[in-house]
């Protein structure tokens, strides 16, 4: 066993490390292409190989008199946090990455995040939403996304508004980030007068709903707020949908925001969901491209639809080169600088990080909106609602009414 | 397990008695082989600071620690136990909590996980050690789904959304930096601990009592080995080296959430090991789980077979238990009958 | 008050279709005393032949029983031929090492060929109502054929030539032998009969719920726990242990938080298996 071990180990040793060349960038993440996360994660990708393509189409990121063209390594987590960690590990340590793209999921993103501290490289989270890892003192990790705790507060203010008295009930996966989302949601609805009736969580892995929805009908809700991720969501539509739970208001996270959603014809209609970006959502960018321009050169590339998780992804992106470039150079410690100033608006929005010790590295300025799925000419697709101020069409209360 | 007919080759792994009872454990040569492969673990990335390497072989410890010690179930005994990541996941969970919530010290941390996990197992294991053969297995299922159900639940462990600790605990160990070649050294320790445990355990009558309950629990009974006490013992003893490897593990993740303390592929790729390295041997489980690890370690990161890693594994395990049951050891003792004297 | 009966009444209904599901884990057991690790796998299978069937031939998604009933029945006499009849006869462990190694390889190639996206094959029939709350057709329906199916099995094994031979093999291989039973073949008969009913109650599974490459795992839990319920072996047991299951599920949901069912479910488990090692309504060796 010793020779064995020996040989293996001298081998493992005097393999050559492939040394990034001078002018690139290496980039280095993980993407959920198999588990239960692989749809969500999947237009996160996307958005930010559309990202590298465009930026290498252009000739690379510009700092220091220099091109640097942008190279990704990537490897499928399977959606399991123990995986993350050592492909991370793997990433700066084997791959030589200089920066990281966080994963998707605020677990997967939690568990990264402590490797990219421990080897202090800066990473770009457009994955995962809670603000728990922002807390440690992190000085490397940046969030270009709204933070969970705001997810479903426009949520909350447009329900109030239709129905100041509405009875709500909170059914969500047992996960991090929905769990944060909805207890944030719970003191948002109280504030606001509203009437929590039922808060409960269940298993992400999940299937049969039926109990639950019987619940639900038990407790005498009309406003329903909750779900996880795409698989639980869907399903729990699907399931209020057959069993005629009647609900007035249906807010589901993340599931909504895909394009699949409409495979659930009646179920999905009427569901609202909070994004982090839709494309009838125009901001005036002063850095990238526009939301015209990106929503149409995803489509061409992909043959799909842009979502919000495709937008992200793209913004994770855009946000790291905006900050290079103004720092000029690549070392982690200006491009730390330049990112604690970054104050800049892409098609994505406005985005802004936190430079508190306390919180260091979280979003503060992009706002999200509310989506609903709608009926327009027999086809079913997703409306901005709310803020009023940038809706593409009215809200539709209750939801018996979007037939 | 009721009359098993094992082939040739595993019998002749089993039924091997004790070579030289009675000398000090010191004397012996395979004592000192385990300590070379520990110094081996510990000079090869030390020498020029190899990150890379040091991660490489800290998996391959874990691994190593995991299936030496479920060999003492699995390979000695012959129990199969789905639920070894319980330990590895309850010490992670306790250490983790320990240091993050009451400022314990890191080490003291680590016993309490080892020694709180093996407690526990103990009186799990009156309770399930009742049961046989598939009964068992089913059972250890139970157990690891029922756990992890429990602690989504469990709100001082943070429920579904688990502990993060803080940077700032590395401190004491010298920055991230440093902490994580400390937390690497007590690894390898570990690691060597749970092979001198195996191979102590192997050479003593209390193992050769737990050969005697795999080969045929009754006949074991009626020739007067105490079966209960001695199945409750190797479970209680294959409980304490995982938690403190756990304790480690997710201490140096510095994050710990149930669905990965709890991941019941660990216990199944532990449960393969074993059997690709021959089980019941001590050597054969340490190197199966060197070349489980470097083989994953490939298939993962590999562009063409990232997707096949599981039909990779899953014919590599059909295709030894179809035609070498006796693993990796057994392959090599029936070639070479003179390594039986020296590999145990 | 009525929400706790509709929560009993969505138990019972879908414990039946756990029942079924059940049945085949258990058939295979109390013949020939191996555990199937790919029985949720199996159970998946059927799933994707119903929404392959139905979604890409078009076919009517009840009409896709009989295929996948032949389907599974070939399948199932494959993979004894593959991972079960060289463990015949040695430990147990063999046997639940070779069927979880396949089982690994089948959820590679799933993974491989569909990835873990969610399926959905919608099923729309009337539902029936008691107050505000639903019973979806596809429930019901789902629950009286997995009741029609159980019974059949249970005529099959009392009453015809073949059945009475795979119980005679399942009481005593040796003395089958003796009186000229072709052991083997029933041996793989039996195994062919345990996946096909996985993959049945899996089609009508994937009527009710979307469903994953993945989704097996939960199902072979389930299967687990109403296989310990109903007993070991007792391929009708399971159907009353499914409904045990389901009845406690929805007499545990109306009071407890959901996310405690699990715990509740395992610890019973457990216990019920320290309790009764062969299984509440165990009858070994007689099927």
Partial sequence: ??????????????????????????????????????????????????????????????????????????????????????????????????????????????????????????????????????????????????????????????????????????????????????????????????????????????????????????????????????????????????????????????????????????????????????????????????????????????????????????ASGAILQHAIEQAQSIEPEKVVAALNATDVTTFFGRVKFSTDPASHGLQVAHQMVLAQWQKSDDKLVRQVVWPQQAASAPLIYPISASQ | MDSPITPQAMETVMIRRPSVRGAAIITRPFFWLITLVVAIFIVTPAIGNNVELRESLLLAAVYITLASNLNLMLGYAGYINFGSIVFFGLGGYICVWLVNSYDWPLWLALLAAGVGVSALSFIFGIGILRLRGPFFALSTIGIVEGVQAFVQNFTPWGGSSGIYISPAVFAPLGGPARALWVVYFALVA???????????IKTSKFGLGLLAIGQNEDAAAILGVPTPRYKALAYSASAFLPAIVGGLYFFKGAFIQPSDAFDLTLSTEAIVICMLGGQGTVTGVALGAYLYEELRGYLLTSETFSHFQLVVAGALLLLIVLFFPGGLMGFIYSRFPRTQRLLE | MLGIIASLIDGVLVGLVYGLAAMGLTLIWGVMDVINLTHGTMIVGGMFALYLLATALGMPPYLTLPPVLIGGFVVGVALYWVAVHRMIGRPPLMSLLSTFAVNLMLIGIGTGLWGTALFNVSVSLPGLSIGRYTFPGAHILAAALAALIAGLLYLFLHKTRLGKALRAVANNREAAELVGIPTTKLLAIAVGCGVALAGVSGMLIGTLFPFTVLSGDGYQLKSFVVTVLGGFGNPVGALMGGVALGLLEGAVTPFVPVSWTLVIEFALFVLVLIAFPNGIFARRGAL
């Fill in chain 2, 190 to 200: 570990v690691m060597g601990l749970s092979l001198y445990l195996s191979y102590a």
């Fill in chain 1, 1 to 314: 066993m010793n020779r064995l071990c020996l040989l293996a180990a001298a081998a493992t040793l005097f393999a050559a490390p492939a040394f990034a060349q001078d002018d690139t960038i290496t980039i280095g993440m993980t993407n959920s292409l198999t588990g239960p996360l692989n749809v969500d994660s999947l237009g996160l990708q996307r958005g930010e190989e559309y990202w590298r393509d465009e930026v290498n189409a252009a000739g690379g990121i510009k700092a220091g008199g220099k091109s640097y063209k942008v190279k990704f390594v990537t490897y499928d987590d399977q959606s399991v946090g123990g995986r993350v960690q050592q492909l991370y590990t793997r990433l700066v340590n084997q791959d030589h990455a200089q920066f990281l793209f966080s994963p998707y999921s605020s677990g997967l993103t939690a568990a990264a995040a402590v490797i990219s501290e421990q080897y202090g490289k800066i990473m770009i989270d457009a994955g995962g939403a809670e603000k728990k890892p922002f807390l440690l003192g992190n000085k490397y990790l940046f969030m270009v996304i709204t933070q969970a705790d705001d997810y479903l507060a426009g949520a909350i203010k447009a329900l109030a508004q239709k129905n100041p008295h509405a009875r709500v009930a909170m059914v969500y996966s047992d996960d991090p980030f929905s769990k944060t989302v909805l207890a944030a949601a719970k003191g948002q609805a109280k504030d606001a007068g509203l009437d929590v009736v039922m808060d409960e969580s269940y298993a992400p892995s999940t299937t049969d709903f039926g109990p639950i929805v019987n619940k639900i009908i038990s407790s005498n809700a009309d406003a329903f707020l909750g779900g996880g991720h795409y698989s639980d969501g869907a399903t729990l539509a699907r399931q209020m949908y057959d069993q005629r739970a009647n609900m007035k208001w249906i807010s589901i996270l993340v599931a909504p925001g895909d394009d699949k959603f409409a495979e659930l014809g009646g179920a999905a209609l009427g569901v609202t969901v909070p994004s982090q970006w839709e494309p009838q959502v125009s901001y005036k960018p002063d850095f990238g491209p526009t939301t015209a321009e990106f929503a149409k050169g995803f489509e061409a590339k992909f043959h799909a639809k842009a979502d919000y998780h495709a937008a992200s992804g793209y």
